[in-house]
């Protein structure tokens, strides 16, 4: 399969359609506009800078227009893009740039400290800055002011070609980088289009970070493949996502801290969102009280599932399975297969039997860059480990329950975390909670739960423990009880429950 240049087959066909809508500077970018600036960033890369097909070009910044001209531009010439995660600490973004190597560092000017110390660090010459420029690094529009502006056509790419690396915690703490290529990319579209129903007319909001493949894929590439707009939020801000919501944006794809965040807002119970058309959450367990509060109002949100390695679409619910089965991802979308295997006999299971979900398709990566033992750890006979714990109902609808390295074992029990703050959620006056487990002479190991509450809400650690064991067995009850101002989550919105076990996990009864 070949990919051709997405933005040269718009630019000639709807050249005055709107690509992109950046909400911090007000930018509105067309098609035509958005392959001409392309094209100059590809030319800068190439004429001035020397970068070659394969060379890495790093690019540490909040999510833009001006990053998705970059990526498109990087895609023209062959050059890779490494997206870099901005909420990262300057020693953990050292060392991601030392594993991918890159010819070229671009930030952007809210990150000119850690921007210029990374390219000393690296010995990184060739320096660009979105934004206000430093005196001695060029500054984004300059580079693409000093260009011809003739358009740069990518040639039409093959399945395997990488666009992009995307970097992401292994099982070792050490990131690594995830491969993305256009045929990932082309596939995500394709089953985006499909499952979401995504079209030219539709305006998506944009609210994840570009670092991620949420903020990317979802759906933020396919809207560009299918002809769409994107308005694209700097960083989540719930005011102004309950205005666009309200008044222009038709496809919403959210985390689970998203639609928690929107439904504790002052507006919620009172506000419009009749014209949004799509609706659609993943990237963590979502608390079934929470789609039923949304249910409440007539909006049903699609629940999906998908991961770095996977492009990311991999399950994704329509709007009757959604009302029917509060709770489940759905099946497959069209271009994946999945399986639910014995985690420890690697025997295939049948419906409603729990097991690690194995994936195969070609919307998956090739591998990790530059590490193949870990590229060849994560499959198995060509089907990809994902490391879940899922089970499919009589009629091949999947459930994710959780992540297999965050269930613990209580007196030789199973016990899934998600399971536990899902009945803990549903609290009059918990607004977050997290689950982990921590060791005990007795049981092995027995479960604590980390709860952040609503303002003036008076709940205790006996409530807590006392509502988990009235509607779940005795092992699943958590033993310890911690109240914070907020949950600890990860760049994507997740639970960072790698954060939670270092805070809390310690010492069992504090």
């Known amino acids: 399969m070949l990919i051709p240049d997405w933005l040269v087959k718009h630019a000639a066909q709807f050249p005055q359609q709107i690509a992109l809508v950046d909400l911090h500077s007000a930018r509105s970018v067309t098609y035509a506009q958005l392959n001409e600036r392309a094209s100059r960033f590809a030319e800068f890369l190439r004429e001035r800078w020397q970068i070659k097909p394969g060379d890495r070009v790093a690019v540490l910044a909040h999510s833009s227009s001006d990053y998705v001209e970059m990526l498109y531009g990087c895609g023209k010439i062959g050059a890779i893009m490494v997206c870099l995660n901005w909420r990262l600490a300057a020693a953990e973004l050292s060392g991601i ?9 671009i930030w952007g000017e809210e990150f000119d400290q850690t921007g210029a110390a990374l390219a000393e660090a690296c010995k990184l010459t060739r320096q660009m800055v979105t934004g206000v420029p430093r005196e001695d690094v060029i500054g984004y529009e ?12 990518m040639p039409w790419r093959k399945h395997e070609d990488v666009w992009y690396l995307l970097y992401t915690a292994g099982t070792t703490g050490k990131p690594k980088g995830v491969l993305q290529t256009w045929g990932m990319a082309f596939t995500n579209a394709v089953n985006g289009m499909l499952a979401a129903g995504l079209r030219r007319e539709d305006k998506m909001l944009s609210v994840l970070p570009y670092f991620h493949t949420g903020g990317l894929n979802l759906y933020m590439n396919p809207m560009i493949m299918c002809g769409g707009t994107t308005l694209i939020m700097r960083q989540f801000d719930v005011d102004q996502t309950m205005d ?21 807002h002052h507006r919620f119970a009172n506000a419009d969102f009749s014209r949004v058309r799509n609706w659609a959450c993943g990237g963590a367990p979502i608390p079934k009280t929470l789609l039923e509060q949304y249910l409440a109002k007539g909006v049903t949100i699609c629940f999906g599932f998908g991961m770095t390695e996977t492009g990311p679409t991999v399950f994704l619910t329509d709007e009757v399975t959604a009302r029917r089965k509060v709770g489940t991802v759905g099946k497959p979308v069209m271009y994946v297969e999945g399986k639910v295997v014995d ?37 198995e006979g060509g089907w990809l480990c994902t490391g879940d714990i899922a089970y499919f109902d009589e009629e091949g609808d999947y459930y994710i329950v959780d992540r297999s390295k965050d269930m613990y074992i209580s007196g030789g029990e199973n ?35 980390i709860v952040a509450l609503k303002p003036a809400a008076q709940v205790t650690a006996e409530d807590v423990i006392a509502h988990c064991k009235a509607r779940l067995a005795g092992f699943k009850a958590p033993k310890y009880v911690v109240f914070v101002p907020a949950v600890a989550r990860n760049a994507a919105g997740k639970l960072d429950k790698p954060t939670l076990r270092k805070q809390f996990g310690d010492v069992a009864g504090e």
């Open 97 to 105: 740039v030392a594993d991918a190597e890159p010819a070229a560092l």
């Open 142 to 153: 300059t580079a693409l002011a000093e260009m011809s502006g003739a358009v740069i056509e």
């Open 244 to 264: 666009l919501l309200e008044r222009e944006a038709t496809v919403m794809f959210g985390v689970p801290a998203i639609y928690l965040f929107l439904s504790q």
């Open 343 to 379: 985690s420890q006999t690697r025997q295939h299971l049948g419906p409603n039997q729990r097991g690690e979900l194995l994936l195969r398709g070609p919307g998956l990566t090739p591998g990790y860059w530059h590490k193949p033992e870990a590229t060849a750890k994560a499959y």
């Open 415 to 449: 016990v899934y975390p998600a399971e536990v703050e899902n009945v803990i959620f549903q609290m009059e006056g918990v607004a977050e909670v997290a689950v982990i487990g921590v060791h005990d002479a007795k049981w092995g190991e027995v479960g604590k739960a």
